[in-house]
């Protein structure tokens, strides 16, 4: 078991998911609650990479991220080295071939939310900031949940971005999904069945998780937030 | 007083009204359909007409011309709807609560009581909103639109769950308290019995266009005789 490659892949997970939730929950309250007619196109935008093949994104990133542009040099110069093949360029990366896994959720959870409690919260005064902490979240906290899972395990699985991007660099871009195709190119089976095992594991972890709560928000068992005046 | 000259179209239907409504409790009674609930949510703020300015105490809310649309929480103006729209995660002191963020605790507590105490459901305070009636529902309602001090309130068949006696109770304390407060009320109904009841003027609304405005005796003369006429029909 290549225990760095593990931790590598926990902390990228970590700070994408994390990344991820700082963009998509504004990004979706604005799909939600905005009125532009520049809405569609954003949505298109975000939902991109989610049909985009992995190897493709992962091989614009590299260009774009590389020696030969001016925004590669750029942040070479800010950050002291190239993006590419970092730990930095991969959370890069991974954000966003992610994103659609983090906004569609939020996106499909915000606008449940019944439009007369929105009515009700902006006629009492809430501002954007305060109907989202306080009425969209609350009320769509299991597609927060959904969003979170599904954006932390889908940058724990990610290869081709990951591949392309990153390459195989121990400690710095080598993930657990880099370990498991080097055990299957070299042929050690054993080794790839246990990094697969844990990844599907953890797939499996998670999914229990998101549907415990379905189950449970079926059941009556929950009303979440509970608030006292 | 509230000053409105509006246009807007929503799909194909077409609301136009100009009026001054000077009374403090008006009524704006018209079938289903006539364009109530579409002028209570644009004075609300709730929605933008495509055209016109609306003016509370000579204060401007809106004004097409010059792009001026005052946001639903910066109007002073309440909106209570038959849908009573009780944030489900907040208990009843809470969802009164809700539009008093900027008082501190003390200040909000007192005022949470004392609205839940003007529509008699003081008893409700820690309760859930899955927990009480559709009647409380919408006292709770009441009291979390009144909570913030509105200049205007607006009210779209809020009473529907109400059985009459608890309604006419409830409507006479409200109608009291709002004289005190001096909050202009605007209350939307299809039930001629309800314009009736109070001594309000009356603003009658057909196919979102404003037919007559005057006093409800005399602006539903007509109504009432209707109903006279099919009372004593046997």
Known sequence: ?229 | MLDLALGAHRGGFHLQVECKLTSDWTVIFGPSGAGKTTLLRLLAGLDRPEQGRIALDDRLLADTASGLHLPPGRRQTSLVAQQTALFPHLTVAANVAYGLHSLNAASRSTRVAAMLELVGASALALRWPESISGGEAQRVALARALAPAPRLLLLDEPFSALDGVASDALLERLQRWLSENRVQTILATHDVTDALATSAEVLLLREGRLVALGPAAQVLAAERDRIAQRLGTP
């Open chain 1, 1 to 229: 078991m290549d225990w760095q490659a593990f931790a590598l892949s926990l902390r990228l997970a970590t700070v994408t998911t994390l990344i991820l939730l700082a963009i998509a929950v504004p990004l979706a309250a604005v799909l939600v609650l905005g009125r532009s007619r520049w809405l569609a196109a954003l949505e298109a935008l975000a939902t991109l990479p989610m049909v985009l093949p992995p190897t493709v994104l992962g091989f614009f990133l590299l260009v774009l991220l590389g020696p030969r542009t001016a925004v590669g040099r750029g942040i070479a110069t800010l950050l002291g080295h190239p993006l590419a093949f970092s730990f930095e360029g991969l959370v890069v990366g991974s954000v966003i071939y992610s994103l659609p896994f983090a906004v569609q959720p939020l996106v499909a959870g915000f606008a449940s939310v019944d439009s007369s409690l929105v009515d009700a919260a902006r006629l009492l005064g809430a501002g954007p900031l305060r109907l989202v902490s306080s009425i969209l979240i609350p009320l769509a906290r299991r597609s927060l949940l959904a969003a979170v899972v599904l954006s932390f395990l889908h940058t724990v699985g990610e290869f081709g971005v990951v591949l392309m991007l990153g390459g195989d660099i121990p400690g710095a871009t080598r993930t657990l999904s880099i370990v498991l195709y080097n055990q299957v190119e070299n042929f050690d089976y054993a080794a790839a069945g246990r990094t697969a095992a844990i990844l599907l594991g953890m797939s499996v972890l998670a999914l229990a998780l998101i549907y415990s709560k379905t189950q449970s928000r079926a059941s009556g068992g929950s009303r979440g937030s509970k608030r006292h005046a």
